[in-house]
């Protein structure tokens, strides 16, 4: 059997990411129970995708709104939904009412978009506010000094509510070369959570994805992102 045979068991995959959570939260005294691994599916099948769901996946991410809905016609009902890429003003009526949390809420016009189609519908909108702890100019995000101020004007658009914070760590060959992005958020995290006004909260961390996520978890993210780690190398 070849490892790239053996890669793509997304049983198999789903069993070791288990067992490196666990032994990652262990390491940092957590609770692995209270860690969610969002499989995302980009570029993934459908097939493949109900096999991550046999193997226990209740959490999707994708990055795309046009993938997403397509894929959510073909699942069952009662998954959870994460948006997390980069989201257009004019795809925000597709996402609001559908998914269960948006990660990638990066700047004001956006959120003024979400609140208003969230109200449309009556609903409330999950966020998370997606920072750009590294400050590098290719990635999306609000800057960590920014943060209190947007989360302060967030409190004017009742129908949003922040649930926490999301960051991309910076593509380094060493997980550890990561581990000051995921402490930054942390403790930004935890700073803004004391001023935070009421009905915000910040409870998640949404951080980690295949190259970095047991650095991640150490760190005290509970949502992870994680694509190849679960389906393998994607085609693109
Ligand atoms: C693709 C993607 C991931 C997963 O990436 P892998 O390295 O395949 O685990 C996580 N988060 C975001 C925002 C992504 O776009």
Not at 11 to 23: A, F, G, L, S
Not at 206 to 231: K, P
Request: with cysteine.
């Amino acid at each position: 059997m070849t490892r790239g045979w053996f890669f793509l068991d997304v049983r198999d995959n789903m069993q070791r990411v288990r067992e490196r959570v666990c032994r990652a939260a262990a390491r940092a005294g957590r609770d692995p129970g209270k860690i969610t691994i969002i499989a995302v599916t980009k570029q993934v099948d459908v097939s493949r995708i109900r096999e991550a769901l046999e193997a226990g996946i209740t959490d999707l991410g994708e990055n795309r709104v046009q993938e997403m809905t397509a894929k959510m016609s073909e699942l069952p009902p009662g998954l959870r939904w994460h948006m997390i890429g980069h989201l257009q003003t004019n795809k925000v009526k597709y996402v609001v009412g559908r998914v269960d949390l948006i990660h990638s809420l990066d700047r004001w016009n956006l959120a003024v978009e979400i609140n208003r189609q969230a109200e449309k519908l009556g609903v409330d909108a999950r966020v998370l506010v997606q920072v750009n702890v590294s400050g590098e100019q290719s990635k999306f995000g609000i800057s960590p000094g920014e943060a209190q101020d947007f989360l302060d004007a967030l409190g004017d658009l009742k129908r949003i509510k922040v649930q926490g914070l999301m960051t991309i760590a910076p593509y380094v060959e060493n997980p550890e070369e990561a581990r000051p992005y995921f402490r930054e958020l942390r403790l930004l995290a935890r700073r803004l959570g004391e001023n935070a006004a009421p009905g915000t909260c910040l409870d998640y961390l949404s951080m980690g994805m295949t190259a970095d996520f047991e650095v991640a978890v150490e760190e005290g993210a509970n949502m992870i992102r994680l694509g190849t780690a679960i389906f393998g190398a994607r085609t693109y």
